[in-house]
C-alpha cells in the first residue's frame, strides 16, 4: 500500500493595513483593524519544524494554543477572544491558556517557588518561638495538607490570573457556615480538611450594603462574599492574594523606547561637545597601586581558589581555608574592603571624565569593564558579608558559591549566576589587562604590542571563566 503526504499547505498570515503591530506595543495586536482575527494569527505563527516530523520535541510548549483552536473545534469562542484582545483585559481562560507557555510558566512559578524554597517559621503572636512539641505537629500538618504545594500554586496562578482565592474547606452541619463571618468555635475537631483554591471564572463577588455605599466603611468596595459553587462565601473564610493591580509593564516598555531613541538618534561620529577634563595623573597612580595591593592580598589567591573547582568539594574547601589566613586576617579583610570601595569610587570618577572624551574599541572595554566590576563587586560583597555571613549565618564556602544541593543548572533561580560569575571573572582579568595596556603606551611601548597584551589577556580572562564555570557547573577532574 502507498502512503501518499498530502501537499504542505503554507499558513497564510492574515493581511491588515499596516502588517505587524509596532515592536514596543503592550497590544501586540492593537495595529490590526478590530475584531482582531486572533484564531488565524495564531495558526500562521511560524512553528519549529523538523523534516518528516510533526514537530521538534524541544519545540513543545505545552498544546494550550492548539487546543484552543485544534481540529475547528473551538473550545475558546473566537469572537470572545477578539472581542477580550479588543479590552485592556485578556480575560482569565486566554491568561490560563497564554500561562501554558513554557517561558511564561517559568516567568510565573519561579518567584513562588523562590518565595518558599527557604521554608518558613511559624512563631507566636508576639514572634517568640513555638515550643518544640507544637513546631513538630505543625511540620506534620503541614506535610498532610500539602501547605509547600499550595503556597506555590497560590502565588503561581495568582501570577497567571492576577488574582487568586483559597478557601478553608470546613465539612459543617451548619448550612449557613461560610455565609456568616469565620468563626473558630465552628471548625469541630476532624472538620478542617484542607485548602481549596479556585480560579477565578468560579467565582462572583458580592458587596453589602454598606459595601457598597459608604465610603467610610473600613471595607468600602471590598467584596464581602464571594459566590463560589452557588453559595456565599464570606470574605473572612478566604485567602486572596492580587498580583500588582497596578502593573508597570507601560512604564517600563516607555522607558526601553525613550533609551532605544536616543541610542538611535546618537551620532557616533559629530565631535564630542562636553569640555573634557582629564583625570588628576595621581589618582590613576593610586587606582593602578591599590588594584596591584587587592590583586596581591586577595584576586591572585580566589581566582586560583576558584580554578580549583574541577577538582571537587575537598580540595576546594581546603584551598579556600588555607587562603583564608591571608585576607580574612584582622588587618587585610578590612583592608582589602577598603581597598575595593576607593577601587569603585576612584573608577566611577573615571568613568564619568573618560566617557566625555572620544574613545578607541580599547578604552571603551576599560570603561565599560570597570562599570560591570563596580556593580558586581558591590553585589558580591552584599552576599558575602551582609547577606550569607551577618543575616543567614553561614559559611560562605563551597555550597554557597555553587547553590548546593540543587547546584547552578538545575535550580532556574540559580542559573542566572552563571553569566553573572562568568563576566566577574572576565571582567576582573580583562580589565587588569587593559590598564597594562595603558601603561605599556605610557611607558613608550609601541602600541600595536600593547594591544596585543590586552588581547591576549582578554583571551586567558575568557578560558579562566570558563575552566571556573565548568566546575561551578559540575565538570570534575580526576588525576589517576
Ligand atoms: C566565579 C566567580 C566568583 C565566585 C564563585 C566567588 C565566590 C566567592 C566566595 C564563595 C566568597 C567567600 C570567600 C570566603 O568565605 O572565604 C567570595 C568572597 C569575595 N569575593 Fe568572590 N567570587 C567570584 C569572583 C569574584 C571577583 C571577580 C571578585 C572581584 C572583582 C570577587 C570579590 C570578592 C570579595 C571582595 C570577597 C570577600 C572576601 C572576604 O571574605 O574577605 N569575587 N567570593
Redesign the pocket.
Known amino acids: 500500500m502507498l502512503f501518499r503526504r498530502n501537499a504542505k499547505t503554507e499558513a497564510v498570515a492574515p493581511k491588515g493595513p499596516r502588517g505587524v503591530s509596532s515592536w514596543f506595543s503592550t497590544h501586540a495586536f492593537d495595529s490590526e483593524p478590530k475584531p482582531f482575527p486572533l484564531r488565524d494569527y495564531l495558526r500562521a505563527l511560524p512553528k519549529p519544524m523538523v523534516d518528516g516530523a510533526k514537530a521538534a520535541m524541544d519545540s513543545w510548549d505545552g498544546d494550550g494554543f492548539s487546543k484552543v483552536f485544534g481540529q475547528d473545534q473551538t473550545i475558546l469562542s473566537g469572537a470572545i477572544v477578539g472581542w477580550y484582545g479588543a479590552q485592556s483585559f485578556i480575560s482569565h481562560q486566554l491568561a490560563a491558556i497564554i500561562a501554558q507557555q513554557w517561558l511564561v510558566n517559568k516567568a510565573c512559578t519561579v518567584p513562588a517557588r523562590d518565595a518558599v524554597r527557604k521554608g518558613y517559621n511559624v512563631v507566636t503572636e508576639d514572634g517568640d518561638d513555638l515550643h518544640p512539641d507544637a513546631v513538630k505537629a505543625i511540620k506534620l500538618y503541614d506535610r498532610r495538607f500539602r501547605i509547600r504545594q499550595q503556597l506555590t500554586e497560590f502565588v503561581r496562578m495568582g501570577r497567571v490570573f492576577g488574582i487568586r482565592i483559597a478557601m478553608f474547606k470546613v465539612e459543617s452541619t451548619d448550612p449557613e457556615y461560610y455565609e456568616k463571618p469565620f468563626n473558630l468555635d465552628g471548625v469541630t475537631k476532624g472538620s478542617y480538611k484542607g485548602i481549596v483554591q479556585i480560579d477565578p471564572y468560579w467565582t462572583a463577588p458580592m458587596l453589602d450594603g454598606a459595601a457598597a455605599s459608604q465610603p467610610d466603611t473600613l471595607h468600602f468596595y471590598e467584596p464581602t462574599w464571594w459566590m463560589i459553587n452557588g453559595r456565599k462565601v464570606h470574605r473572612s473564610h478566604l485567602c486572596i492574594y492580587m498580583h500588582d493591580p497596578v502593573p508597570d509593564t507601560g512604564l517600563w516598555v516607555g522607558c526601553w523606547v525613550i533609551a532605544l531613541a536616543v541610542l538611535l538618534r546618537s551620532d557616533n561620529t559629530a565631535p564630542v561637545s562636553v569640555p573634557a577634563r582629564a583625570v588628576p595623573a595621581p589618582l590613576r597612580v593610586a587606582h593602578g597601586v591599590s588594584a596591584l595591593a587587592?590583586v596581591a592580598i586577595?584576586?591572585a589567591l580566589?581566582?586560583a581558589?576558584?580554578l580549583v573547582?574541577p577538582a571537587g568539594q575537598q580540595t576546594y574547601e581546603a584551598v579556600?581555608k588555607l587562603?583564608?589566613h591571608v585576607?580574612?586576617g584582622e588587618i587585610?579583610?578590612p583592608l582589602?574592603?577598603a581597598l575595593?570601595l576607593f577601587q569603585i569610587g576612584t573608577g566611577l570618577f573615571f568613568v564619568w571624565r573618560e566617557t566625555a572624551k572620544p574613545s578607541d574599541h580599547f578604552r571603551t572595554f576599560q570603561i565599560a569593564s570597570g562599570v560591570y566590576?563596580a556593580f558586581?563587586?558591590l553585589g558580591?560583597?552584599d552576599s558575602?558579608?551582609i547577606y550569607?555571613?551577618t543575616y543567614l549565618g553561614i559559611?560562605?564556602?563551597?555550597g554557597?558559591?555553587?547553590g548546593a544541593p540543587a547546584g547552578l543548572v538545575k535550580d532556574p533561580w540559580n542559573i542566572r549566576?552563571v553569566p553573572?560569575?562568568?563576566l566577574?571573572?572576565f571582567?576582573?582579568?580583562a580589565h587588569l589587562a587593559a590598564g597594562a595596556r595603558v601603561i605599556l603606551m605610557g611607558h613608550g611601548v609601541r602600541r600595536v604590542f600593547a594591544d596585543r597584551v590586552m588581547i591576549a589577556g582578554a583571551v586567558v580572562a575568557g578560558i579562566v571563566?570558563t575552566v571556573?564555570?565548568l566546575g561551578?557547573c559540575g565538570m570534575r577532574i580526576q588525576f589517576v
Open positions: 587587592l586577595f584576586l580566589h581566582i581558589n576558584h573547582f579556600m587562603f583564608r585576607y580574612r587585610l579583610q582589602l574592603v575595593f566590576l558586581y563587586v558580591h560583597m558575602v558579608f550569607a555571613r559559611d560562605t564556602g563551597w554557597f558559591a555553587t549566576l553573572h560569575y562568568w566577574g571573572v571582567f576582573v582579568l571563566a571556573i564555570m561551578m
